[in-house]
C-alpha cells in the first residue's frame, strides 16, 4: 500500500503537466513549452516563498506570473502569426535565461537554492498533491460529459463547428496555453515543495515526457492516467534499482536515463504499429 501511495505521489507533478499539454493539444498547439514553465513555476515558488514566508503565495505567485506568459505566447502567435511550435521553444530558452538571471540577481548563484529552514512543511506538499489529482479528475470529467470538455476537443480539429455556433475559437486556444502553462508550473511547484529548495532544471524532461505520455494515449484522458502511471512506474522503480547488488556497477547517469529509454521504446513501438 506505501508504494503505491508513493506512486501517487510521486506521479503527480507528471500528470498535472500531461494533463495541462492534453488540454493544449485538443487546441492544435504541441505544448513544448511545458518543461520551461516548471523551471520557471518552481523557481518562482521558491523565491516568492523565500521572501514572503507564505508558500500558498509562493504558489499563486508563479501560476498568476506563467499564465500570464501563456497567454503572452498565444497572443503572440496570433498577431505575429508565428508557429506555436517555434514560440514554446522561445518560450523554453527565454525562460531558462530569465531563470539564470534572476537567481543571480536575489540570491547571487546559478547554482542549487536552499536553506537551513523548511520553508514547505511535508503537509503544504501532500496538499498540493492531492490538488494535482483532483484537478486531473476534474479535467477527465470536464471533458467527458460537458459541454465545454467537446468544444475543447474539437478546436483544433474542427473550428467551423464552433464558429458556426458563435463559439469564439480564439478563447479556447488562448485558454489552452494558459491552462497548459498553469498545470505546468503548479508540477514546478509541487517539486520545489517536495525538495523545500529549488534545482536547475529541476523539471528533469517531464515537460517532454508528459507530451510522449499524449502522443502514447492518443489524446484520451484515461489512456493518458494509464500512460502517466507507467512512466512514474519506471522512473519509481529504476530510481531505487541501485540498491539490489548486481546493478551497483553500473553508472547512476544509466539507471536515471532508463525511463526514457523506456519512454523511446514505447513510442517507436506504437509508429511501428501504425505502419
Known sequence: MEVVIDLFRFGSPLLITAVGALISEFAGIMAVFADGFINLG???????????GSPVLGVFISVII??????????????????????????????????????????GTRGVLSTSEDIFSYEFYIGLVICSWVMAIFIAILLGITKYGLQIKI?????????????????????SWCIAAAFSCFAGCILTAHLSSFVPNISAGKGWLA?????????????????????????????????????????????????????????????????
Open 155 to 175: 478546436t483544433g480539429t474542427a473550428p467551423e463547428a464552433l464558429f458556426f455556433r458563435g463559439i469564439k475559437v480564439s478563447l479556447w486556444e488562448n485558454l
Open 42 to 52: 518552481s523557481f518562482l515558488c521558491y523565491t516568492v516563498t523565500f521572501f514572503s
Open 211 to 275: 507530451l510522449a505520455a499524449v502522443f502514447l494515449a492518443k489524446k484520451n484522458i484515461f489512456s493518458l492516467f494509464i500512460a502517466v502511471m507507467v512512466f512514474v512506474s519506471a522512473e519509481f522503480l529504476f530510481s531505487g534499482i541501485q540498491n539490489i547488488s548486481i546493478f551497483q556497477n553500473i553508472s547512476p547517469s544509466v539507471t536515471l536515463a532508463f525511463p526514457y529509454i523506456i519512454t523511446l521504446i514505447l513510442i517507436c513501438f506504437d509508429i511501428k504499429k501504425k505502419t
Open 66 to 107: 506563467c499564465v500570464l506568459l501563456g497567454w503572452s505566447g498565444a497572443l503572440a502567435t496570433k498577431i505575429l502569426k508565428a508557429n506555436p511550435f517555434l514560440i514554446g521553444l522561445a518560450i523554453n530558452l527565454s525562460v531558462n535565461g530569465l531563470i539564470s538571471l534572476l537567481s543571480v540577481s536575489f540570491f
